[in-house]
Nanobody, 125 residues
Framework: QVQLVESGGGLAQAGDSLTLSCAAS????????MGWFRQAPGKEREFVAA????????YYADSVKGRFTISRDNAKNTVYLQMNSLKPEDTAVYYC??????????????????WGQGTQVTVSS
């Protein structure tokens, strides 16, 4: 069982930066690929970014590529999402998720075994 707790969300203006954190419980964090997803009001959940067990591979949605950076610190059981050049369309609830021993198709929510409760990010123009 893994519990995920997101933090770092809040209000921002267009062009600002925010960093989200996701702290995971358990001693097998390094066995999980980690992902960030988001859901805006009235829209379906969408993939944002993912990172492999070791952090050696990262994946991004086209909408955030070049602006967002996912990273992880396995010693701290934490995954991060650095968000730069924020846009109003980035407004959503952001969720982190953990996928046990998964290597492929990390942009698909169905691959993930555990989800956090979400943190709200609101970007004003």
């Amino acid at each position: 069982q893994v519990q995920l707790v997101e933090s770092g969300g809040g209000l921002a203006q267009a062009g600002d930066s925010l960093t989200l954190s996701c702290a995971a419980s358990g001693r097998t964090f390094s066995s999980y690929a980690m992902g960030w997803f988001r859901q805006a009001p009235g829209k379906e959940r969408e993939f944002v970014a993912a990172i492999s067990w070791s952090g050696g591979s990262t994946y991004y949605a086209d909408s955030v590529k070049g602006r967002f950076t996912i990273s992880r610190d396995n010693a701290k059981n934490t995954v991060y999402l650095q968000m730069n050049s924020l846009k109003p369309e980035d407004t959503a609830v952001y969720y982190c998720a953990a996928a046990f021993l998964k290597r492929v198709n990390l942009d698909y929510g169905g691959r993930y075994d555990y989800w956090g409760q979400g943190t709200q990010v609101t970007v004003s123009s």
